[in-house]
């Protein structure tokens, strides 16, 4: 079982920038896959970006050039920076961590989310 708690959250202007952070309770050395998953008001849960034991990266096109993945696999932790950020930014972040597999089945570990406010 994987605990994952993240933190950075908050509310900033459109063309501002935070970074997300999330911590495992286990060693994440051996999980294939951390990443972030978000969700807007009345709308579904869709991944943000992922990034692999290795250092590979996935982005969402609409996050590509804006946001940057990061893994610190000694420390447990995860990353995500965000620029530019704009008003449809606006939702629940979630930290995830998983297989391939997870993302076509939607299941893997879950973190209870931050939430992420940009004003216009």
């Known amino acids: 079982q994987v605990q994952l708690v993240e933190s950075g959250g908050g509310l900033v202007q459109a063309g501002g920038s935070l970074r997300l952070s999330c911590v495992a309770s286990t060693s994440i050395f051996s999980i294939e896959l951390m990443g972030w998953y978000r969700q807007a008001p009345g709308k579904q849960r869709d991944m943000v970006a992922a990034?692999?034991?290795?250092?590979?990266?996935n982005y969402a096109d609409s996050m590509k050039g804006r946001f940057t993945i990061s893994r610190d696999n000694a420390k447990n932790m995860v990353y995500l920076q965000m620029n530019s950020l704009k008003s449809e930014d606006t939702a629940v972040y979630y930290c995830?961590?998983?297989?391939?597999?997870?993302?076509?089945?939607?299941?893997?570990?879950w973190g209870q989310g931050t939430q992420v406010t940009v004003s216009s």
């Open positions: 990034i692999s034991i290795g250092g590979s990266t």
């Open positions: 995830w961590a998983g297989r391939p597999v997870d993302i076509v089945q939607g299941t893997g570990y």
